[in-house]
């Protein structure tokens, strides 16, 4: 027997993975906290051994990095293949060597013809990284490969992801049952549906208390995820492709990079780690000394109804509030007026912009804004010139079913890559463009990798090409929001939904996986154009300040007290981005379910801020106490109430905080926690806390 292992990250947040082989390929016996540094893992690796007992082969198949079903394993896989002419295959592999450096394994196994290589890479933020790769010698079909499997833990329930259009990132909470829990994400996009998490919560997990495993898999193109109790009550988890994603014979196949952590510190443990991970190693920042600017974005605004003369008027309006960035959103190319024409006609349209783009950048840059504009480019419309020069080049079979009035480009086509590639480098390098918000607004008809790889590749291309511009994903708001496009991208656009009630849950969730840095969030309508609620502007604006904060709306038609509310918390914002954006989204564990609650706390420690989102009308008659977390219980800390106004009338007693700060112990703060003021529905209370 030989045994590996690797170690990540430090604190509560440590953990190791450690393997062993007695010839085939290698397995994991352990995935949790760090083991000590004299950890006997020959000892360990016995002390996984299984017993045998009736109704069993008399050997137990190991469960590897990659199940065999030619080993006789029971449940599901990890690779399927055939030959090229469709002959399944049922290779069986043996250990062949590993290669190691600092934090790095490569564990490579053998078979007739083919070779299969697992990496595990520690990284610097705490998360490690697996990855596998597959070579043959002559071209194979490969149906499933699944990134290396890890074993999941016998305590604790599954927490998956779920949503869709406007409704993005709810929390599935599930107990583990005997067979299969399966999730594939088959849109060709990573998706609104499923998206490539999962957390395991050991038993008693919360917010703030106990183990969590937890996976991300780093890929935009579409995944399956398994996660399996076999007969003989062993547990794994398996990440990859969406089944059938690779639609042509190879010889060389990877599967994406799966982001492993564990926490001993709760969910907000592997919130922390994650949120580090994407700031800190996946997403590369055009200029990282830039503060994060404040967002304007026209669409619901105008929709498709551009001119200068009304763009102008709402930029004065914008950079008056505080605006530093001005988005010209979807309606400025072709002869778009609609969604039903002009996609892949990625030039100005003339006329609405006789004289280009140039009228309008010139005034948002006199006022002090900088410049960002949308495109689609994956996507055409049938009735575009486009389509009607390149029928070739779309995506699916001839008679699919449209979606959103538009089909999709095939990205696996090098001269489709270098034709977007021009189009949109073409018009950066006439406009001084300095963000480009990238939309996909419909499903694949098809499931291939090959498409995945090829958006990779054209970002890659502009971002080289064009490396001080800045670039949004956003597939109909959060459908395409993972590792892999981040690596290539700046800002996500979680929902279409900036309704502040949807919002709030909808952030307080998704903080498990990302940062505040990369998440868009906006100020919207006083009606929301998605929800139809009228929301007050005090709550609408805060729920925009927890993220990266902008607004989107005729801001025309603010009443005065509105647009004082609006520069207030605007104001506000620019004081704390530097610190908040590079601190940690903390949730909280609140007693009363209709609170959502969460803290940022610098990374110094030195200062936090408490979100708390009244989403409904409580059960009992007073606040609870809200308890804190993430704090020493040894310092003072004096905490302000900053919005004190937006008390109802209803509030009419002597609460602390409503009257000016409190100086309160970590302790306290804690374990008793913090009483806030009475609360509507839709009011958020603010509060700021500095250590004293």
């Not at 990855?131 to 016998?154: E, F, G, I």
Request: glycine share 10%.
């Amino acid at each position: 027997m030989t045994e590996f292992r690797l170690d990540a990250g430090s604190g509560d947040q440590a953990q190791t993975i450690a393997l062993t082989t007695s010839g085939g390929i290698p397995e994991v016996i352990w995935w949790g906290a760090r083991l000590p540094e004299d950890e006997d893992l020959v000892a360990l690796a016995s002390a996984a051994r299984h017993d045998l007992t009736g109704g069993m082969l008399d050997a137990l198949p190991a469960l590897s990095l990659c199940p065999e079903a030619g080993r006789a394993f029971q449940g599901q896989p990890g690779l399927v293949l055939a030959a090229a002419d469709g002959t399944p295959l049922s290779p069986q592999f043996t250990f062949e060597r590993v290669e190691e450096e600092s934090g790095h394994l490569r564990l490579v196994s053998v078979a007739e013809g083919l070779r299969l290589t697992h990496e595990l890479r520690a990284y610097p933020t705490g998360v490690i990284g697996l990855r596998t790769l597959l070579d043959a010698k002559q071209p194979v079909r490969l149906h499933w490969m699944a990134a290396p499997v890890l074993p999941a833990p016998q305590e604790g329930d599954i927490i998956d992801v779920h949503g869709k259009w406007t409704r993005e990132f709810h929390l599935n909470r599930v107990a583990w049952t005997p067979g299969i829990r399966l999730r594939e994400a088959r849109t060709g996009r990573s998706g609104h549906e499923h998206p490539p998490y999962a957390i395991f919560a050991g038993a008693g997990a919360t917010n703030m208390q106990g183990a969590a495993w937890a996976l991300h898999y780093g890929w935009s193109g579409g995944h399956r995820m398994v996660a399996e109790e076999l007969p003989d009550g062993r547990r794994q988890v398996q990440f990859g492709h969406a089944w059938g994603a690779e639609t042509q014979p190879g010889q060389h196949f990877q599967t994406a990079e799966l982001l492993a952590l564990w926490s001993g510190a709760g969910l907000n443990g592997i919130g922390a780690t994650f949120q580090r991970d994407i700031r800190d190693r996946v997403v590369t920042w055009p200029d990282p000394r830039r503060p994060r600017p404040v967002h304007y974005n026209c669409w619901e605004a105008i929709y498709f109804g551009h001119n200068l003369a009304d763009l102008s008027a709402i930029a004065d309006r914008a950079a008056e509030m505080g605006a530093e960035r001005f988005v010209l959103d979807d309606g400025w190319f072709g002869l778009r007026d609609d969604d039903t024409t002009s996609l892949g006609d990625w030039t100005v349209d003339r006329r609405k912009w006789p004289d280009g783009l140039h009228p309008l950048i010139a005034h948002v840059h006199r006022l002090g804004m900088t410049f960002g504009l949308w495109f689609e480019p994956e996507m055409v419309n049938p009735d575009s010139e486009l389509m009607r020069a390149h029928p070739d080049w779309m995506l699916g079979p001839a008679d699919q079913v449209a979606g959103r009035n538009q089909m999709v480009l095939d990205l696996s086509k090098a001269e489709v890559r270098e034709y977007l590639f021009n189009a949109v480098s073409d018009i950066l390098a006439t406009y001084p463009v300095d963000y480009i918000k990238w939309d996909h607004n419909r499903l694949l008809p098809v499931v291939d990798a090959a498409q995945t790889r090829g958006i990779y590749e054209l970002l890659s291309a502009l971002r080289k090409s064009h490396p001080e511009v800045e670039i949004e994903s956003c597939a109909s708001g959060g459908g395409r929001i993972d590792a892999g496009i981040l690596a290539h991208t700046q800002r996500v656009w979680l929902s279409d939904s900036i309704d502040g009630i949807e919002r709030l849950r909808m952030q307080n969730d998704a903080a498990l996986f990302l940062p505040a840095a990369v998440t868009g969030s906006h100020v919207g309508a006083r009606r929301s154009h998605t929800a139809g609620r009228v929301l007050p502007m005090s709550f609408r604006a805060w729920i925009a300040a927890q993220r990266h904060f902008g607004f989107e709306m005729d801001l025309r038609t603010l009443t005065a007290e509105e647009a004082a509310t609006l520069k207030s918390v605007t104001a506000w914002w620019k004081a704390n981005r530097d610190w908040m954006m590079a601190g940690t989204i903390h949730r909280l564990d609140s007693d009363d379910p209709a609170v959502i609650a969460e803290m940022q706390i610098a990374e110094d420690g030195g200062r936090f801020v408490l979100f708390a989102g009244q989403e409904g009308t409580s059960v009992q008659i007073l606040p609870r106490p809200l308890r804190l977390t993430g704090l020493d219980p040894k310092a003072l800390y004096r905490v302000r109430l900053v919005n004190p106004e937006d008390a109802p009338p209803q509030s009419r007693g002597p609460n602390a905080i409503k009257s000016g700060p409190l100086t309160l112990s970590g302790q306290a703060l804690m374990q008793r926690g913090l009483l806030l003021p009475v609360a509507w529905p839709a009011t958020i209370w603010v509060v700021e806390g500095e250590r004293l």
